[in-house]
Every structure is written in structure tokens, then in C-alpha cells.
């Protein structure tokens, strides 16, 4: 068919594939499947196909909360196809709950070109509306990041005092979404974080004590296999994981809720459990804290890309392209709680 495949597609777009190759001109029909395809790396395949030998009609999408399947909890998208009929636009509608579909005649028309530019399709099916004047995307006020990666949790994160080694290497960190979902508004203490292991590419740093810890621990890792990984096999060192400065905004980028949006103003350090906010220029404690509160109050889950099981998923650049009010309008406090629309 011409179209790139990947090994992580579920069932669904091998129905999909197998209807694309049997299919003629004239025929028509519909899926009836779950929405992730609309977004994710696998999803290409079934996009490639309904905007080419399939023809995409339209699309009806149901809000991830109306449970469109009785005994799952998954999306739910309708999609309608006629072969050969390479209308000029498709009809796009999302809708609350079952009962809204109607006849699959709602929704609004969005160009056949644009869909098929889109390297994702659950942004198009929602309308977004005209910013208000004085507000900007996340990312122009900060970058978002993700965390490490160590590619040993159970070597390189561990209980403050679990390991002999120098203070130095041991970063109070965030191991898990849920310490930020519990910490609400900031983190206040880290003397309930584990610390993750750091230790520096050049270990002629240590002095002969510390060096004497470090080569012991550096024994017990390998024999735990942490250097044999990928990741381990790709740093610069195996046994540095490379850990980001503190963030003062910690932010969960996956769960079946909207994120956690925490100020950190004990300076742990996270790994790939969260993304860190960075302010672009020097921002006041004020500032930050008036940022963090207003995403906590105003991104909803529909900003993100929603798998199969309800999970939302936010990756760095589409957390950046959030609305927000500028710093000025932020200072200020010149927002409602209305706001929230913005953002889906």
C-alpha cells in the first residue's frame, strides 16, 4: 500500500489495512474503534490510509468521559469512508456522549489537505478558539523538558541512606507521578523523596575515600546489570545519568486526570516521570507560583493526546503550546476562572 507500518499497532489498523486492500471505488463504510490512532507514532498508518485509498469522509470522536464502550475504559471514534470520493473537505465533530452523534451529519468541515499535513488529527477535531489579547503560549514564557532517563530505577533511585556513597552524588528527586499529584500546590520537603545517583563522567574528582565508595557501588551496579542497557550503553559515561538542574515548575505528563503542576521550591531534581518547566528569563517566586496555579486550575485532559485507555498524554512541545496569560496579564491577575476554555 505504500504506507510505513509499525509493530506497536494494535489489531485495528491491521482491519483497517486489510479493508484499504480489498476495497473499490464506490464502496463505503465505517470503523468503529478506539481514538489513540489519531495521534500517536502507529497511528500514521491509519491516517495515510483514510486520507489516501480509503477517503475519509468524516470523523465523530467521543469525549473520553461518556465511556462509549460499556465494559472498557477506552475513547471512542467513529469513522466514515468512501472510497474514491476525495471531497475537497472532511465533516469533523466531537461530541459529549453517545446520544449527541445524531446521524453523523454534525460537526464542522475541515480541509482535506489540512488533515493530511496533520501529524495529528485529535487537535483538529476540537475548534480552538481566538486567544484573548495579551495572552501567549506556554513555551514563550518557558521550555518544557523532560526528565532523565536512567535506565536502572532500581539501581540508580534509592532511599536517602540506603548506599554508602559521597553526599555529593545523592539528588533528592521525584521517582513517581504520584508525589506531585500529593504534594498539591508545591513541594515543601524532601524528606520524603528517594534520591537518584549521580556521579560525575570524570570520577578522578573523588578523593581516595570517596573513590574507594564509588568503586564498590560502581561493582554492585554492574553485577545488577546497569551498564548493559541501552540507555547505560549510549551516555557518555554508563554510570552518569546526566540529571537536569532543579525545575521550579514539576509537571505529570501522563494520567487519566489533568496534570499536576507543582512548584518546587526545594530544588529536587526529576527524572522521566515528570517534565520541568524553565522560565526563559529570570522570573520572581510570585511569578512562578501564579504560573503553576494558573495551569493547575485551567488544562484540562483535552489538551492532550488520549490513548486507548484513558490515559492523556502531554509531550513537551504540546504542553508548551498551552495558552496562558502573559506575565503581564498574570501580574495582574487580569484572568477568570472562565479561562479554562482556552485550553480545551
Known sequence: MGVKASKLAGLHA???????????PGDFG???????????????????LLIGPLSVSSL?????????????????????????????????????????????????AVSRDRLAEANRWSVITRVTPTPPEGWVELGEIARVHRGAVTGANKVWVVPRGSVALPDGVLFPSVPRARELFEA????????????????????DTFDAGERKQVERFL????REGAAAGYIARNRRAWWSVGLAAPAPILATYMARRPPAFVRNAVEARHINIAHGLYPRDALTTEDLDRLAAFLRANVCTTSGRTYAVGLTKF????MERLLVPGLGLLRDRSWNESSSAING
Request: proline share 5%; net charge negative; charged share 20%.
Open 30 to 48: 465505517a470503523f468503529i474503534t478506539n481514538s489513540e490512532w489519531l495521534d500517536v507514532n502507529y497511528g500514521q498508518l491509519v491516517r495515510d
Open 60 to 108: 465523530h470522536t467521543i469525549s473520553p468521559t461518556s465511556m462509549p464502550f460499556e465494559d472498557a475504559t477506552v475513547t471512542g471514534t467513529i469513522t466514515c469512508f468512501a472510497v474514491g470520493d476525495f471531497s475537497p473537505e472532511v465533516r469533523v465533530q466531537k461530541v459529549e456522549s453517545l446520544h449527541d452523534l445524531g446521524t453523523l451529519t454534525g460537526g464542522f
Open 315 to 318: 509531550e513537551p512541545r504540546e
Open 184 to 203: 498539591g500546590a508545591e513541594i515543601l520537603s524532601t524528606a520524603a523523596l528517594q534520591c537518584v545517583i549521580d556521579l560525575p563522567v570524570d570520577l
Open 14 to 24: 491491521h482491519f483497517i489495512l486489510a479493508t484499504a486492500t480489498h476495497a473499490r
Open 219 to 222: 561493582r554492585a551496579a554492574r
